[in-house]
């Protein structure tokens, strides 16, 4: 795995998609069978300035919970409707 600095959120993305696949599929068997690894992402680094250091960004991936999921998506579906 490549060192964070230098690259955009998009690089970043491309590196961690399996692991959001990962998660989204782990929701899918909760039942959650319409969120995918793009909104994982999103859910994700939203809560980021700057991109953080590798390890961090893998574990808030594997700790992301439904709960805190559903919560981020609330808030942005008020701030802006036509966004979701």
């Known amino acids: ?3 964070s600095r230098g690259l955009s959120q998009q690089d970043i993305f491309l ?3 399996e692991l959001c696949e990962s998660k989204a ?3 899918a ?4 069978d319409n969120i995918s690894a793009e ?5 994700v680094s939203s809560q980021y300035q700057e991109i953080p250091p590798v390890h961090k960004v893998v574990n808030d991936i594997l700790s992301l919970k ?3 999921y559903m919560n981020w998506l609330m808030v942005n579906m ?7």
């Open 29 to 32: 068997l909760l039942g959650y």
């Open 39 to 43: 909104d994982v992402w999103k859910c």
């Open 1 to 3: 795995m490549t060192e």
């Open 25 to 27: 599929d782990e929701f």
């Open 66 to 68: 439904v709960t805190k």
């Open 15 to 17: 590196e961690m998609h």
């Open 78 to 84: 008020y701030k802006n409707p036509d966004s979701i």
